[in-house]
């Protein structure tokens, strides 16, 4: 018995994180019917929002990996992507830290590796020229790679401004919508069947990040293709207490990037991540000896940290889809690749796995790479003759000088009133969120959003005002209002009713 | 049959540890209570243990939907659930003003429930 | 209608901010205003319902918003201004405030004396460094109490309270009484850290169990809280490894401490003491930034609201002094406006009380050159009080034109002096 289908659509594209969203934004230019399903009840909620923010120069990557070919085309993108969507970047550079002699071959390496990478603008420095550029930097300091492509954003900002953009050329998204299985027709995907209904599809794409393995089985592609989840923990430090200006990388092991220290685009320090292999792929969550291995790893790069721990003012932990999938080129000993293709076993599918680190920086370059081989496949591939690049971003009175500041309470007296003092967040920004393109339904979507929540006091103040004003615009008891979902409601019941 | 039950005394923040040595409710020693008031306290908690209760009850059309309220006399300790009880069912009308009778004679022990604050109608 | 300029502006209206706005009043300061970001005065009483507060002020055991109730309605009927609903977004050492509200917009305030009394924030679980997910049902217990006092909605229905202050022991009881059950308390230390009389009132009353030398290992669940395991620590307050023990429930509550919230201090450049986390303050409770005084928990954290009303209504007098000082400068201050093709003139203003036997030196320069016989005339507004001829003025020649004591007389008289060139005829 087949379940009915809601609904046809060109394309279905399967999970809402950076990747997802940039191929959503990509195909919004063209004449198809899209739609874009996500499991959570917002986009970007597992591996987008949890990592370290960076926009990688290039040269980690394996030469002649699909990794290294999408890191480097993806990081030329992001200027106007960011011109266009609105979002925060900064091409700060980064440096990859070499504290003895031995690590400073290994720069030198790393260097020739970029080279061969095809990324720009990189030199060596001395260990002098490096503390006179980042004062901080241990005094063991030999010298460093200076990357100067290398960039930071805000993951999260970055795919809701890519969503918000994809939803305005039309694109739906579906929240609180798994994936269960595929509609098949002998070897051709001709449908989605989901938790909220079955949808019909001529092409199926699969961006479902930690479950890219699961998605792609489902069709019986690469049954030997296993996810396991990379955990990597994180600290927030008060921008009030320190600033570190610069993106710092320790020089990289075979464990992979290690621990960096970082200025983000919010003006926070942050430390991490350590990468330690987990079994479940849900839980996120921070260690003491995860905490202790990341913050030992921040002083050998800066020293001045070790009177700093109670400067921190968050944790956090994100997981990484480790992936196995070899490189296509047999030349290329590397098992951990990307995998961006249209299989031949199956029809109308696009399979992508396996995007961890570069994974953000690579995302717009993956969603060009989408349309490509869609072209190639056949996909008429129209372009729409009122498609719009341009997603205009909303204000946040937190940014505005107080001249404007006060034009805008002036204007809309919802932005009068603080909510979060720590972070300045107002009534107003908050309820732009709730009725934004990709609406805000709960406390973690909102803190994402409008970084309220995310300061000294972490909610202390604001968490029963943001309940009250997410209940009042939604229209519904606060004891509905949750941290992130259905399973995470805040309030139990009324003060003075017992069950008893 | 003669025991002994250790108490904390909490007239003052000093929080003496007393022994008392008693019969049933009839007290033979105590020992390492700090003042006066140390020996009366104990002497009361171990007969008529009593505590001063606050809590909250519902308020229709009030700027919130509770207004805090307290006992003005301390409540024998045993009935203190009963006065929950009792306090869970109370609903009234903003505005409330402090010292406003909540519940007169609650559990017909002699002792009011009064209003904490004001509480303004909106 | 909020003013432009008070004597004493008070931000934050808890114990230590009314205390401070009453006491400014009576002690010669004329406009005061309590600038209070919730929708009532009151400030963090309002949640503290239990008893306990004014045993020593008002020899009455009281409690918390009973206790502010008296203040407020002291406030209210001197005549205090009050801005609700309304966060100060910024100050700086001239005491000019910028704040914010929905109800009445955006303000530039300025002050001749300013009291911060903002009290504290609670430590956070990122602080203390608690491994674990992130679910759904950790608070601090501050914010419990908000909920389950103020809004009418229980957090939570199985508890771990983790620290036994005050805050943390006193929602225990509430909880209880609300139909909760409290599983643990943990405490980190080898002894408690609030008050003894509590640990019997709230704790050992409703058999609610306290383990010392214990902390939280980590927090398990996802989605909400599922479960604590709790951990005995030893005397480097390191965990034992093999004490740990899963306590099912659905909430934790963390009261770990206090911090003073100062973050509008150091706006303003007052110094903060790393030790108290406030502000240094001599016995006026003045800090080092002149006409910005501190009380209440913003300074160091209390244990007994009477000491903080104390502390307010000394700082509030002090306020009220330094500002009714600023007053009497202002009064003999008066302000010298170039006029009639004058372009400045130096000084910008006189002090009344330096009129005494020698001359005052006004200097300034001309807009536009005049290669004529000219006055340079001082007026007050009606009178003129002395003039200078000139034969030309030109910008690149300084002109200047004598004060004498003579003059004073008049002078002291005035609101401001106004200088003008003018052709003579």
């Not at chain 1, 990859?96 to 790393?110: G, P, R």
């Not at chain 1, 509609?183 to 092409?203: A, D, L, P, S, Y």
């Not at chain 1, 987990?278 to 002083?299: C, P, Q, S, Y």
């Not at chain 3, 300061?29 to 503290?48: K, M, P, T």
């Amino acid at each position: 018995m087949e379940d009915a289908v809601q609904e046809k659509y060109d394309a279905i594209i399967i999970g809402g994180g950076v990747v997802g969203c940039m191929v959503a934004r990509w195909l919004s230019r063209y004449e198809m019917k899209v739609l874009l399903i996500e499991k959570c009840s917002d986009i970007g909620t597992a591996t987008s929002s949890a990592n370290t923010a960076i926009v990688h120069a290039g040269y980690d990557p394996l030469p002649g990996t699909l990794k290294a070919r999408m890191n480097v085309e993806g990081n030329k993108m992001w200027d106007q992507l960011a011109g266009e969507l609105n979002f925060a970047f900064e091409r700060r550079g980064d440096y990859v830290v070499a504290t003895t002699d031995e690590e400073f071959e290994t720069v030198k390496t790393l260097m020739k590796q970029g080279e061969d990478n095809g990324v720009p603008g990189m030199i060596l420095l001395s260990g002098e020229e490096v503390k006179s550029r980042e004062p901080e930097i241990t005094p063991n300091v030999t010298g460093a790679l200076w990357a100067s492509t290398g960039g930071i954003c805000d993951p999260f900002a970055v795919t809701v401004a890519a969503a918000e953009n994809a939803v305005m050329n039309g694109v739906k998204v579906m929240l609180d919508t798994a994936f269960e299985d595929f509609v098949m027709e002998g070897k051709r995907i001709v449908g989605v069947k989901t938790n909220k209904g079955t949808f019909g599809c001529r092409w199926a794409i699969n961006s479902a990040g930690l479950y890219s393995d699961e998605v792609m089985h489902k069709a019986g592609v690469r049954p030997e293709f296993v996810i396991k989840p990379r955990v990597g923990e994180y600290f927030v430090l008060d921008r009030a207490e320190i600033t570190i200006n610069n993106v710092l990388f320790p020089t990289p092991t075979s464990k992979g990037k290690g621990i960096l220290v970082t200025t983000t685009v919010h003006g926070n320090t942050i430390i991490g991540p350590n990468s330690v292999l987990k079994d479940d792929k849900e839980l996120k969550a921070v260690t003491r000896e995860g905490l202790n291995e990341i913050w030992d790893g921040a002083l050998k790069l800066v020293p001045c940290l070790a009177d700093k721990r109670r400067c921190v003012i968050a944790v956090f932990a994100g997981n990484r889809p480790l992936g196995n999938a070899p490189c296509k080129n047999p030349a290329v000993k590397y098992n951990s690749d990307f995998i961006i293709e249209i299989p031949e076993e199956v029809q109308g599918f696009v399979n992508l796995g396996g995007i961890e680190s570069p994974g953000l920086t690579s995302a717009p370059a993956i969603a060009e790479e989408v349309v490509k081989l869609l072209k190639e496949a056949g996909e008429p591939m129209q372009e729409k003759a009122d498609w719009n690049p341009i997603r205009i971003p909303r204000i946040h009175f937190r940014d505005l000088e107080r001249r404007d500041q006060e034009k805008l309470v002036e204007k809309d007296p919802r932005y009068g009133r603080v909510i979060c003092r720590c972070e300045n967040v107002t009534e107003g920004d908050i309820i732009a969120e709730i009725h934004a393109p990709i609406p805000a339904t709960n406390y973690d979507a909102i803190k994402r959003r409008t970084w309220c929540g995310t300061g000294r006091c972490q909610g202390g103040f604001d968490m029963p005002r943001v309940v009250a004003i997410l209940a009042k615009e939604m229209g519904v008891s606060p004891l509905e209002i949750s941290k992130k979902g259905d399973e995470s409601k805040f309030l139990q019941r009324p003060t003075k009713v017992t069950e008893g | 049959m003669e025991e002994i039950t250790k108490l904390i005394c909490i007239s003052c923040p000093k929080g003496c540890s007393v022994n008392v040595t008693h019969e049933g409710e009839t007290i033979t020693d105590i020992s390492g209570t700090g003042c006066k008031r140390g020996e009366d306290y104990v002497k009361k908690e171990l007969t008529d243990p009593r505590r001063m209760v606050a809590s909250t009850v519902r308020v229709i059309s009030g700027l919130h939907p509770l207004v805090p309220v307290y006992t003005q006399a301390p409540l024998p300790k045993p009935r203190i659930h009963d006065l929950l009880r009792e306090l869970r069912k109370i609903e009234i009308q903003a505005p409330v003003k402090t010292g406003q009778i909540i519940l007169e004679n609650a559990l017909g022990l002699g002792i009011n429930v009064v209003a904490s604050r004001d509480m303004p109608k909106v | 209608m909020t003013k432009d300029l008070y004597d004493v502006v008070v931000i934050g209206s808890g114990p230590g901010g009314l205390a401070a706005a009453i006491a400014a009043k009576k002690n010669g300061a004329d406009d005061v205003l309590i600038i209070e970001r919730d929708v009532e005065l009151g400030g963090i009483l309002l949640q503290c319902i239990h008893n306990g507060f004014g045993v020593e002020i008002f020899k009455e055991d009281l409690p918390g918003p009973g206790y502010a109730q008296r203040f407020i309605n002291e406030a209210l009927s001197l005549g205090i201004d009050t801005l609700l609903d309304t966060m100060v977004l910024d100050i700086n050492a001239n005491r000019r405030l910028y704040v914010t509200s929905k109800r009445h917009g955006f303000k530039e305030i300025h002050s001749r004396a300013i009291v911060l009394a903002m009290g504290c924030r609670e430590r956070t679980r990122a602080q203390i460094n608690l491994p674990g997910s992130r679910p759904a049902g950790v608070y601090t217990a501050g914010t419990a109490q908000r909920w389950t006092n103020v809004e009418g909605y229980m957090p939570g229905s199985h508890f771990v309270i983790l620290g036994s202050g005050d805050i943390g022991m006193i929602m225990a009881r509430r909880l209880t009484f609300e139909g909760a059950k409290v599983e643990r308390v943990l405490e980190l230390m080898p002894y408690l850290t609030g008050l003894t009389r509590n640990y019997v009132q709230c704790l050992l009353d409703y058999d609610i169990p306290l383990q010392l030398h214990h902390t939280v290992n980590r927090i398990i669940g996802n989605h909400r809280v599922e479960a604590i395991e709790s951990v005995q620590v030893d005397d480097r307050l390191q965990p034992i490894a093999g004490t740990e023990e899963i306590i099912p429930c659905d909430t934790l509550l963390l009261s770990v401490g206090l911090i003073p919230e100062n973050e509008l201090s150091k706006m303003a450049g007052v110094k903060i003491d790393p030790i108290t986390n406030g502000p240094f303050v001599n016995d006026e409770f003045q800090t080092n930034v002149p006409g910005i005084f501190a009380a209440g928990n913003v300074v160091h954290v209390y244990d007994l609201v009477d000491w903080v009303t104390e502390a307010g209504l000394s700082a509030g007098a002090s306020a009220a002094r330094y500002a009714v000082a600023e007053r009497q400068k202002e009064i003999r201050s008066i302000p010298m406006i170039a006029g009639e093709n004058v372009r400045y003139i130096v000084p910008h203003r006189l002090d009344k009380s330096h009129m005494q036997e020698e001359d005052i030196r006004l200097q300034m320069r001309v807009r536009n050159p005049i290669e004529e016989p000219v006055w340079v005339e001082v007026h007050d507004g009606s009178n003129l009080i002395t003039r200078k001829a000139e034969q030309y003025v030109r910008p690149g020649e300084m002109v200047t034109v004598e004060l004498k004591p003579k003059h004073f007389a008049e002078v002291e008289k005035a609101q401001s002096l106004t200088v003008n060139i003018v052709k003579r005829k």
